[in-house]
């Protein structure tokens, strides 16, 4: 019987090229493998469960857009975070009703490794509190990329926050293209308007029904979207009109935002009632 002889290797292509191809056919077969466990796991109604699965894709992200060579080239804008004098926005201070000098608290939902949100504003001592569940793995990323970020972001879940902060604590909450990655972004949005003080703010912003966009893989599991002046939340099993779960708590105004090219998104803008059922 004669034995069958191994292809050669092509001449021009080196030992490395051909390692780096494999890696890549393994790594999207490993990806194609996580989506269709999720899709399994949909199927089942286990959401927290695609979830926390989808945490995996969410990592990537971030190692992806911190290298250095993303960091230098910063098209996606991360720079700007590490700056500890980063400048407060104006759509943001706008909301902000406070005497100058008076302290600021900033609730960050979803923050990520590097909170978006400055720090910076004359005639106030501003304190961001940025929160994501996934703080103790991003820690890991910062030190390994040796980032030092001006603050570092606290292992909460958004589901959560009452656990960790008093009701009526902050001037305003924010949150940019998070929600969508939590498994229930309603609890959150509840959570949220709680943790601000009465008459005070909560700012979101998200991508346009980002889960269709993504084809519901990983943690894209919900749609943002506001339709006759309504701010609407829905996934493929359950769908939120945001206006309605917040009657008597609080008021909601939305509006689409197109500041980043190719990504329509909506911004919702809530502010908490100051009656006495916030006491």
Known sequence: MQSKKLASIPKGISMSEILNSLHRV?????????????????????????????????????ERVLSPE??????????????????????????????T???????????????????????????????????????????????????YTVNVEGEKIGEHYPANSFELAHSRNALDHCYDPMVVIQQMVDSVKPACFVYLWHVKNVADMEQHKGL?????????????????????????????????????????PGFPAVVAVIQKSSGPANA
């Open 220 to 260: 894209h599991q919900w749609n943002f979207d506001h339709v006759n002046g309504k701010f609407m939340v829905s996934s493929e099993q359950k769908s939120y009109c945001v206006n309605d779960e917040l009657a008597g708590k609080a008021t909601v105004k939305c509006h689409d935002d197109f500041s980043s």
């Open 101 to 151: 000098g008076a302290p600021v608290s900033i609730l960050d939902v979803g923050a990520g490794p590097i909170t978006s949100m400055g720090k910076v504003w004359d005639g106030h001592s501003v304190t961001v509190v940025p929160i994501d569940p996934l703080a103790e793995r991003y820690r890991e990323l910062l030190d390994k990329m040796h980032l030092t970020p001006p603050v």
């Open 26 to 62: 393994y790594s999207r077969m490993r990806m194609r493998e996580h989506e269709m466990r999720s899709v399994l796991m949909l199927k089942l109604g286990l959401q927290k469960q695609v979830w926390s699965h989808g945490l995996f894709d969410e990592l990537q992200y971030w």
């Open 70 to 99: 993303a960091l230098k080239a910063n098209t996606d804008g991360y720079l700007e975070r590490l700056d500890p004098q980063q400048k407060l926005e104006e759509r943001f201070t706008e909301l902000i009703n406070v005497p």
